[in-house]
């Protein structure tokens, strides 16, 4: 090839290379690079808030439960009163009105284990004593999901073969501290005296809500209620 022809070829080719060059600044022009997006800060831990319990309080149970025409009205005063309770239900009664031992449980209270039919525990034996409590337990489960940790015995019948028994079944025995006695029907009057006479912090009060006619009680709960509020107590409720 001639030395004329050699220039040629190279003039082509350095303005082929000018061209190409050309090309990609026009590419980059039109195609700015995205900038970089800030790094999204993270959503701040929720932290779970929680109500103290209360320093000076009692623990209101009522038993032998639930009742279709006297466990509503209990319910409607402590919820007018903001107050909670533990219920300790009979088994038979948990499988007539299952969906108010539901309800109990769904107002923030305590449903604990009372037996099945209301039996003096120190008169069983093992296997009555089992069916007894198992049996209540499987019922009030069926509504509230989980299994009762706390067994109050019938007549706050305790005696070392019910402690033995109890034991065996993951139970802690549960009475009272303070008996409202309203079973006795002794009047309204009574019964808010026997309450209010007899209680100080961390008191465990028995009542009733079921076993029999309870109108007296129903009566007695809102003052009751006002007064230990007034005297500055809380409520807390038993889980065991």
Not at 82 to 104: M, S
Not at 154 to 172: E, F, I, M, S
Not at 195 to 206: A, D, P, R, W
Request: charged content about 15%.
């Amino acid at each position: 090839m001639t030395r004329t022809g050699n220039r040629v070829i190279g003039l082509g080719m350095m303005m082929l290379a000018s061209a190409l060059i050309g090309t990609v600044v026009v590419a980059s022009a039109k195609s700015p690079a995205k900038p970089a997006m800030p790094p999204t800060a993270a959503a701040a831990p929720v932290t779970p808030t929680t109500t103290p319990l209360p320093t000076k309080y009692v623990v209101l149970t009522f038993d032998d439960g639930p009742d279709v025409e006297y466990t509503p009205k209990v319910l409607d005063i402590l919820a007018q009163y903001g107050a909670k309770a533990t219920f300790f239900e009979v088994g038979q009664n948990v499988r007539k009105h299952p969906q108010l031992t539901k309800r109990i449980h769904e107002s923030g209270h305590s449903v604990q284990n009372h037996t099945w039919t209301h039996a003096d525990l120190r008169g069983l034996s093992a296997a009555a004593f089992r069916q007894q409590v198992t049996s209540t337990d499987t019922a009030i489960r069926a509504q509230i999901g989980s299994t009762p940790a706390c067994l109050r015995p019938p007549y706050g019948g305790v005696n070392a073969t019910v402690r033995q028994r109890a034991k065996a079944l993951d139970k802690d025995l549960v009475v009272w501290t303070v008996d409202s006695r309203d079973w006795t029907k002794p009047g309204t009057t009574a019964i808010v005296q026997r309450v209010l006479k007899n209680v100080h912090s961390g008191s465990v009060i028995l009542m009733h809500d079921g076993g029999g006619n309870r109108t007296q009680t129903v009566a007695a709960l809102p003052t009751i209620l006002k007064s230990l509020k007034a005297q500055g107590y809380g409520f807390r409720t038993l889980t065991c």
